[in-house]
C-alpha cells in the first residue's frame, strides 16, 4: 500500500489510515472496515455530486461575466471609387459586441470553470500538505486527461445518429491546443526524468506555468488568423466576430433586443398551422431564438448536471404537436411552409393521426313523430388502424324519456379502418298534438389503455321531434357576423327549417368587398349537404392574420342552387366583418412579454436569490409539467447541495464576479473534503492514491463533461465545440494544475533555501504513459479525417468505422488503466 502513515489520536492505538486536512472529524478507530467503506464511498460519491452542482454554480458566474458586451459604432462602408454610403437597411449603425474574445474565454475562465475542481484539488493538497509533492492531485490530471481525450471522445462518436458525423472545421485551432497540452506532458516528463531528475527547481516550475499565458497567445493568434490566410468575408460581413455573438439570431433579435417587425413576420409564419395560440408562438419564437444562439461546451455541460440532478432544464421542453410544428420550421426555414405551394406542410404525427377522432356527423337533426325508428351516424377520422369504442347515451330535453322516445344506452365498436356506425334512435308517437321537442345525444370515450380515442367538436346532438315532412328551407342563420382578424376563422351556421326530410344540398360562393380573398381570408366556393333530418350545418371560412394594423373589412357568402326539393330561404346572404384587435400594438407588445417570459425561464442563472431558492427547491426548476418520476428521485437526490448552493449571491450581483469567487472558494473547500474522503477510503480497501486518482475521483469529475460533450456533439454541425473544448481543458488541467501548486512549492522552499523533491516513480510513468497514447489517439483522429471508411470525419461517420475507432479508444484506455495500476504494485 501507498499509504506509509497513521493517523495519531491522543489515547489508544493509531489509526490504520492516514488522516486528511479536514477528515475524519470522528473517532472511527472501532468502527468495522466495512462499514467505514461503505461510509466513505457513499459520502466520497455524493461530494462528487455535490462539486458538479456548485461547479455549475460557478460556471454561470462565468457565463455573466463573458457576455458582458460594449456598443461599437459601425464605420459606412466604401465604393470603389471612394465615396462613402450608407449602410444597409438591415444593419444597425450601433451594435453591441461581446468584450471577450471567444477562444481566450475558452481557454481561461470557461475551460478553468470545468476543470476548477480537480485544480483546486492539486493545489490545496500540495499547499496543505506543508508544500510537498502529493499522489492524489497529479494523477486526478493525468488520469482525466486520458479519460477525456479516450473515453469522452469514443462517447461522442457513438452519441451520433446512424451515419451522422461530425468535423472539426477549425483544425488550426485544434491542433495548436493539442500540440501545446502534448508539450506540456513532454515538459513534465523531462523535468521530472532528465533535466533535474527527483527536483523541481524554481525556473522549471516557472516555466510550466509561464507555458499557460503562452498558450493563450498562440491560440488567440491561430483565431485571428496573424498566420496564413484569413477566411474571406463577403462585402457586407463586419470584422467584428458577429457570428460568435448571435447573428444568426437577427430573424428576432436587433441589437440584442427582440425586434417587433421580425417577430410579428415568425409569428405570421407559425400561425399557418392550425390551433396555435400567441402563447404557442411565443414558446416557438423563444425555443427558435435560443436554438440559433451560438452555444459553446460550458453551455451544454451546465444543461448535463442540470439533467442528472433534476434541476432548471436550459433547453425549451415543447408539447408534442409544437415539437412537430418546430420540426417543421427547422426542416423548411424561417418560413416554415412550402413556398411553391404556399400552404403550410401536412404534419405526419399529430392527433389527426395519432388518435381516432371520434363523433357525430352532424349536431342537430329533426325527425317526424310518427317517424318510428330512424338511424344517426356516427363517424370516424382521423387514426383508422386501430379499434375505437365510444358510448352513446340520451339526455332528456323537453322530450322525455319513456314519454317521447327510447332511452339510449348503447356502446359502438369500430372495427379497423371502419369510417361510419349507425345507432337506430326510436320515436314514441302518443296522437297527441305537441309544439316542437327536443332530447340530445352524447358520446363518450369509453378508457381503454389499447386504444388512443378522442372526441371530435360534435360529441353531442340535439334530436328535433316535429311534425313536418317538407324538405325544407335553408338560409343563414344569422345576417351578419363580427370576428376578430387574430381569431384565424369564423363558422357560419346554415339552417334548414320547415322540414327535414330526405337529404338536400345547397351552393355557397364567397362574394369580394372590401376583404379580399387569399389577403384577407380563403375563401371561394362549394356546396354543403344536409343529410336526412339533418337541419343545421357549419361553413368554415379561414380568416389570415397578416398582424398590422388596419380597418375593418367585409365580404359576403352567398348562399344558391338548392337540390332534393329543398328552397332557399329568405337570408341567403350573409356579411362578415373582419374587425382588427381592438389594440394592436397590446397584442404584438404581449406576445413579445410572452417570448421574453420564456426566454428567461430558460436563463443560466436568476436575478435574485428569492428566485435561486425557489428553482432550487421546485423539482425541474418549478416545471412540473415535464417532470418525469426519474426527475423526482434525482431532485431527491441532490436537493440538499441545490438548496445549500442557492445561498450563493446570484450573478446579478457586482456584474457576476461575487457568485464568481464565492463559488470558487466553496469549490476549493469541497475538493479539500473529496481528496481526503478518496485517500482515505483507498486505503481502507488497498488502493494506492494513484490508482484512486485515475479511477473513481477522475470519473467522478467527468461525468458532467461526458454527458455536456455528448449533448454539444449532437446539437452542433461541427465537432470544434466537443474536441477544442476536451483539448483545451486537458492543457489547462495539467499547465494549471500541476504547473501552478510545482510554482507556490518551488518558491516555498527555494526561500528556505531548500529543494522541492518529487520522486520521480509517482507521476513519471504516469505522465510518460498517457502521452504515448495521446500519440496514438490522435493519429487514430487524423486517419479518421482523411479516410472515406470513416466518413473523413473526426466523430460519427459510417457504423463499422465508428465502432473500430470506439474498440482502438477504450483499448488504449485500459491499457494505460491497466499499467498504470500495475505500477503501484
Same mark, same amino acid.
Given at each position: 500500500m501507498g499509504h506509509g502513515n497513521t493517523s495519531s489520536y491522543p489515547w489508544g492505538p493509531n489509526d490504520v489510515c492516514p488522516g486528511g486536512l479536514i477528515l475524519p472529524i470522528l473517532d472511527e478507530r472501532l468502527w468495522p472496515i466495512k462499514v467505514r467503506v461503505a461510509v466513505y464511498l457513499f459520502t466520497l460519491l455524493y461530494f462528487l455530486l455535490g462539486i458538479s452542482i456548485v461547479a455549475d454554480v460557478f460556471m454561470t458566474a462565468i457565463d455573466k461575466i463573458t457576455s458582458h458586451t460594449k456598443k461599437v459604432y459601425l464605420a459606412k462602408e466604401l465604393k470603389p471609387n471612394g465615396s462613402d454610403v450608407s449602410l444597409r437597411p438591415d444593419q444597425p449603425e450601433v451594435i453591441e459586441v461581446r468584450i471577450w474574445n471567444p477562444t481566450i474565454a475558452n481557454l481561461t475562465l470557461m475551460a478553468l470553470g470545468t476543470s476548477s475542481p480537480e485544480i483546486l484539488l492539486s493545489i490545496i493538497e500540495t499547499v496543505g500538505h506543508h508544500f510537498e509533492a502529493r499522489k492524489l492531485g497529479p494523477?486526478?490530471?493525468?488520469?482525466?486527461?486520458?479519460?477525456?481525450?479516450?473515453?469522452?471522445?469514443?462517447?461522442?462518436?457513438?452519441?451520433?445518429?446512424?451515419?451522422?458525423?461530425?468535423?472539426?472545421?477549425?483544425?488550426?485551432?485544434?491542433?495548436?491546443?493539442?500540440?501545446?497540452?502534448?508539450?506540456?506532458?513532454?515538459w513534465l516528463l523531462l523535468i521530472i526524468e532528465v533535466i533535474s531528475p527527483n527536483v523541481i527547481e524554481l525556473w522549471e516550475a516557472a516555466a510550466t506555468f509561464l507555458l499557460f499565458p503562452i498558450l493563450m497567445f498562440f491560440a488567440y493568434a491561430t483565431d485571428q488568423n496573424w498566420c496564413g490566410k484569413g477566411t474571406e468575408h463577403n462585402t457586407h460581413q463586419l470584422d467584428l466576430d458577429l457570428g460568435q455573438n448571435g447573428t444568426k439570431n437577427q430573424f428576432i433579435l436587433n441589437n440584442g433586443k427582440i425586434d417587433k417587425e421580425n417577430l410579428i413576420k415568425f409569428v405570421k409564419n407559425v400561425k399557418k398551422y392550425s390551433g396555435i395560440t400567441d402563447a404557442d408562438a411565443a414558446k416557438l419564437a423563444a425555443t427558435k431564438l435560443i436554438d440559433s444562439t451560438h452555444r459553446g461546451a460550458m453551455w451544454y455541460r451546465i444543461g448535463a448536471v442540470r439533467r442528472f440532478t433534476g434541476g432548471k432544464q436550459i433547453e425549451p421542453v415543447l408539447e408534442d404537436h409544437l415539437r412537430q410544428v418546430y420540426d417543421v420550421i427547422k426542416k423548411n426555414g424561417e418560413n416554415g411552409y412550402d413556398t411553391l405551394n404556399h400552404k403550410p406542410p401536412s404534419l405526419s404525427q399529430n392527433d389527426e393521426t395519432k388518435y381516432a377522432i371520434i363523433?357525430?356527423?352532424?349536431?342537430?337533426?329533426?325527425?317526424?313523430?310518427?317517424?318510428g325508428r330512424f338511424?344517426?351516424?356516427?363517424?370516424?377520422?382521423?387514426?383508422?388502424?386501430?379499434?375505437?369504442?365510444?358510448?352513446?347515451?340520451?339526455?332528456?330535453?323537453?322530450?322525455?324519456?319513456?314519454?317521447?322516445?327510447?332511452?339510449v344506452k348503447e356502446i359502438v365498436e369500430f372495427k379497423e379502418n371502419e369510417e361510419e356506425k349507425e345507432?337506430?334512435?326510436?320515436?314514441l308517437d302518443d296522437n297527441k298534438w305537441e309544439p316542437d321537442e327536443e332530447f340530445f345525444l352524447r358520446l363518450s370515450v369509453v378508457h381503454r389503455k389499447d386504444l388512443s380515442v378522442k372526441l371530435g367538436c360534435i360529441s353531442i346532438m340535439e334530436v328535433t321531434i316535429i311534425d313536418n315532412d317538407e324538405p325544407g328551407i335553408i338560409s343563414f342563420g344569422k345576417r351578419g357576423l363580427l370576428v376578430k382578424e387574430s381569431t384565424g376563422f369564423v363558422e357560419v351556421p346554415i339552417v334548414r327549417t320547415h322540414g327535414s326530410d330526405s337529404e338536400v344540398s345547397v351552393k355557397w360562393k364567397t362574394i369580394d368587398e372590401s376583404a379580399i380573398s387569399g389577403r384577407d381570408y380563403i375563401g371561394g366556393e362549394g356546396e354543403i349537404i344536409f343529410k336526412d333530418k339533418e337541419v343545421a350545418k357549419i361553413l368554415r371560412i379561414e380568416i389570415i392574420n397578416d398582424m398590422c394594423p388596419e380597418k375593418d373589412e367585409c365580404f359576403e357568402i352567398k348562399l344558391f342552387e338548392t337540390t332534393g326539393g329543398a328552397r332557399i330561404g329568405n337570408v341567403n346572404r350573409i356579411a362578415i366583418t373582419i374587425s382588427?384587435?381592438?389594440?394592436?400594438?397590446?397584442?404584438?407588445?404581449?406576445?413579445?412579454?410572452?417570448?421574453?417570459?420564456?426566454?428567461?425561464?430558460?436563463?443560466?442563472?436568476?436575478?435574485?436569490?428569492?428566485?435561486?431558492? !425557489?428553482?432550487? &427547491?421546485? #423539482?425541474?426548476?418549478?416545471?412540473?409539467?415535464? *417532470?418525469?418520476?426519474?426527475?423526482y428521485v434525482l431532485h431527491f437526490f441532490s436537493f440538499f447541495w441545490k438548496v445549500i448552493f442557492a445561498f450563493i449571491p446570484p450573478a446579478a450581483v457586482f456584474s457576476g464576479w461575487l457568485r464568481f469567487f464565492t463559488s470558487l472558494t466553496l469549490i476549493g473547500v469541497m475538493a479539500t473534503i473529496i481528496g481526503d474522503l478518496a485517500t482515505i477510503f483507498g486505503c481502507l480497501i488497498g488502493l494506492d492514491d494513484a490508482v484512486t486518482a485515475i479511477t473513481i475521483v477522475a470519473l467522478g469529475m467527468s461525468l458532467p463533461d461526458i454527458l455536456g460533450a455528448c449533448m454539444v456533439t449532437r446539437a452542433e454541425t461541427h465537432a470544434d465545440e466537443a474536441m477544442i473544448h476536451?483539448?483545451?481543458?486537458?492543457?489547462? !488541467?495539467?499547465? &494549471?494544475? #500541476?504547473?501552478?501548486?510545482?510554482?507556490?512549492? *518551488?518558491?516555498y522552499h527555494y526561500s528556505h533555501g531548500n529543494l522541492f523533491e518529487i520522486p520521480s516513480t509517482r507521476i513519471g510513468f504516469n505522465v510518460l504513459l498517457y502521452s504515448v497514447m495521446a500519440i496514438l489517439a490522435v493519429t487514430v483522429l487524423m486517419v479518421r479525417r482523411n479516410v472515406e471508411f470513416f466518413g473523413k470525419a473526426e466523430?460519427?461517420?459510417?457504423?463499422?468505422?465508428?465502432?473500430?475507432t470506439v474498440a482502438i479508444l477504450i483499448s488504449l484506455w485500459l491499457i494505460y488503466l491497466s499499467l498504470t495500476c500495475f505500477q503501484t504494485f
Open positions: 494523477n486526478i490530471i493525468v488520469g482525466s486527461a486520458a479519460f477525456n481525450l479516450l473515453i469522452i471522445t469514443s462517447l461522442c462518436t457513438l452519441s451520433l445518429g446512424l451515419n451522422e458525423k461530425r468535423r472539426i472545421h477549425d483544425l488550426k485551432v485544434f491542433l495548436v491546443i493539442g500540440a501545446f497540452s502534448f508539450f506540456a506532458y513532454i363523433e357525430f356527423h352532424a349536431p342537430t337533426i329533426a325527425v317526424n313523430e310518427n317517424i338511424p344517426v351516424t356516427i363517424w370516424r377520422h382521423g387514426n383508422l388502424d386501430t379499434k375505437a369504442t365510444v358510448r352513446v347515451d340520451s339526455i332528456n330535453g323537453t322530450a322525455k324519456e319513456g314519454e317521447d322516445f327510447v332511452k345507432i337506430c334512435i326510436e320515436i382588427s384587435d381592438d389594440d394592436f400594438d397590446s397584442v404584438v407588445d404581449r406576445l413579445m412579454l410572452l417570448t421574453n417570459i420564456n426566454i428567461h425561464a430558460l436563463e443560466l442563472h436568476r436575478q435574485t436569490w428569492a428566485e435561486q431558492i !425557489k428553482t432550487a &427547491m421546485t #423539482v425541474n426548476g418549478g416545471d412540473l409539467t415535464n *417532470a418525469t418520476t426519474l426527475t476536451i483539448a483545451g481543458s486537458i492543457a489547462v !488541467k495539467v499547465l &494549471m494544475g #500541476v504547473g501552478l501548486p510545482w510554482f507556490i512549492s *518551488a518558491l466523430l460519427g461517420g459510417p457504423t463499422k468505422g465508428r465502432y473500430i
